[in-house]
């Protein structure tokens, strides 16, 4: 079992900039690709981000490039989600998720452990 706890979300001006974190309870952190996604009152979670098990690889979805960079840490059991620019319309709440797999995973109904999510609230 995977326990992930994201921090760092909050209320920001549009224009402005946050970085999530994500911190999992696991010994074989390296061993897993880890995603961020994104729910907005009355819609579908949408996927953000993800990056591969040595942080080699990234995936973002297209609203989101450019602004956000996905990263981690192996040696702090952590991943990251730096968002700059930030619009209105990214104002969510935000989940990692974690994956055992060597793989990049950009679709929510396979990865394995999800964190509780932490808000972030963009205003204009």
């Known amino acids: 079992q995977v326990q992930l706890v994201e921090s760092g979300g909050g209320l920001v001006q549009a224009g402005g900039s946050l970085r999530l974190s994500c911190v999992a309870s696991t010994r074989s952190f390296s061993g897993y690709a880890m995603g961020w996604f994104r729910q907005a009152p009355g819609k579908e979670r949408e996927f953000v981000a993800a990056?591969?098990?040595?942080?080699?690889?990234?995936y973002y979805t297209d609203s989101v490039k450019g602004r956000f960079t996905i990263s981690r840490d192996n040696a702090k059991n952590t991943v990251y989600l730096q968002m700059s620019s930030l619009e209105p319309e990214d104002t969510a709440v935000y989940y990692c998720?974690?994956?055992?797999?060597?793989?990049?995973?950009?679709?929510?109904?396979?990865?394995?452990?999800w964190g509780q999510g932490t808000q972030v609230t963009v205003s204009s």
């Open positions: 998720a974690a994956k055992s797999t060597i793989l990049v995973v950009t679709t929510a109904p396979e990865y394995d452990y």
């Open positions: 990056i591969s098990w040595k942080g080699l690889r990234t």
